[in-house]
């Protein structure tokens, strides 16, 4: 079968061939061994700043189907502005597929937030530029749900202009799934499905369209069960889609090749 990690995080950590090796790997050991084989893995490094967007871009250059975007996490607002980061730079050479990893966090708050609503905007306005889809990132506190008014407030302007997003690792209220749906938006599903108090992804992940639903690892993060605690990786992906499809009540094989076209949909590489 084919699976598409639509969002992972490439630090660096190792080389690129290391990393691949750590997933094939895992993907040859069980669980993840007795779901079936994985003929093709593709994959899309996500930037969350200027050097992890040069990081994702170097890894997809060395691996064979994998793809980056470039953006800059609401963590990273702030030191993007005080720094002037330029990501002109990937206008030439090899492009990238989307612009992202990009949003609003009020969760940390890890940067002051009308800096992450500046930023986020600026970057949206770059997706359109680029013609290119935004992967969006937003978290709040648990009681409150600004970030995703805030959230819907930018993405609503950007795709009445034609604007194509993903909200990746949705973990909000299925009135906001619905709200961002209606606004063309694909939805991550991440292995927080594998959770055993993750009840609201799960009510999420069974109400998405066939065609707007994704999968990802959001990697380094968010293990599945049974490797929650540790380091994820793309190898794991598996994991969190045999349990995707049990929920959505089809097939791991089904499962795996309706994400892996809508992935490709949403990214404008071929099927």
Same mark, same amino acid.
């Given at each position: 079968?084919? =699976?598409?990690?639509t969002?992972?995080h490439y630090?660096?950590?190792?080389s690129?061939?290391?990393?691949?090796?750590?997933?094939r790997s895992?993907?040859?050991?069980?669980?993840?061994s007795?779901?079936?084989?994985? *003929?093709?893995?593709?994959?899309?490094?996500? $930037?969350?700043? =200027?050097?992890?967007?040069?990081?994702?871009?170097?890894f997809?250059g060395?691996?064979?189907?994998?793809?980056?975007?470039?953006?800059?996490h609401?963590?990273?607002?702030? *030191?993007?502005?005080?720094?002037?980061?330029?990501?002109?730079?990937? +206008?030439?050479?090899?492009?990238?597929?989307?612009v992202?990893e990009?949003?609003?966090?009020?969760?940390?708050?890890?940067?002051?937030r009308d800096?992450?609503?500046?930023?986020? $905007?600026?970057?949206l306005? =770059?997706?359109?530029?680029?013609?290119l889809?935004?992967v969006?990132?937003?978290?709040?506190?648990?009681d409150?749900t600004a970030?995703?008014?805030?959230?819907?407030?930018?993405l609503a302007?950007?795709?009445?202009?034609?604007?194509?997003?993903?909200?990746?690792?949705?973990t909000?209220?299925?009135?906001y799934?619905?709200?961002?749906?209606?606004?063309?938006a694909?939805?991550?599903?991440?292995?927080?499905i594998?959770?055993?108090r993750?009840?609201?992804?799960?009510?999420?992940?069974r109400?998405?369209?066939?065609d707007?639903?994704?999968?990802?690892t959001?990697?380094?993060?968010?293990?599945?069960v049974p490797?929650r605690?540790?380091?994820?990786?793309p190898?794991?992906l598996?994991?969190?889609?045999?349990? =995707?499809a049990a929920?959505?009540?089809?097939?791991?094989?089904?499962l795996?090749?309706?994400?892996?076209?809508?992935?490709?949909?949403?990214y404008g590489?071929? +099927?």
């Amino acid at each position: 079968m084919e =699976l598409f990690d639509t969002h992972f995080h490439y630090y660096g950590e190792s080389s690129p061939l290391e990393f691949m090796a750590a997933i094939r790997s895992a993907l040859a050991v069980p669980p993840q061994s007795e779901l079936g084989r994985v *003929t093709r893995l593709r994959m899309t490094a996500m $930037g969350g700043d =200027l050097l992890e967007s040069r990081r994702a871009r170097e890894f997809a250059g060395a691996v064979d189907n994998c793809y980056f975007a470039v953006g800059v996490h609401p963590h990273m607002a702030a *030191t993007y502005r005080e720094a002037g980061e330029d990501f002109s730079e990937f +206008e030439s050479g090899t492009r990238p597929v989307a612009v992202g990893e990009l949003g609003l966090d009020y969760f940390y708050d890890g940067s002051p937030r009308d800096v992450q609503i500046s930023v986020f $905007g600026e970057f949206l306005d =770059l997706a359109l530029k680029w013609d290119l889809p935004a992967v969006v990132h937003i978290r709040d506190k648990a009681d409150s749900t600004a970030a995703y008014d805030d959230a819907e407030a930018l993405l609503a302007p950007f795709a009445a202009k034609g604007g194509r997003f993903v909200v990746h690792c949705f973990t909000g209220e299925a009135e906001y799934a619905r709200r961002f749906i209606g606004l063309g938006a694909y939805l991550g599903v991440t292995g927080m499905i594998t959770f055993k108090r993750a009840d609201n992804v799960r009510e999420i992940a069974r109400l998405i369209p066939d065609d707007r639903l994704l999968i990802e690892t959001d990697s380094p993060y968010l293990a599945p069960v049974p490797h929650r605690g540790e380091d994820n990786h793309p190898g794991f992906l598996i994991l969190a889609a045999d349990r =995707l499809a049990a929920e959505r009540g089809t097939t791991l094989a089904e499962l795996a090749e309706l994400t892996s076209v809508n992935a490709a949909r949403f990214y404008g590489v071929e +099927e």
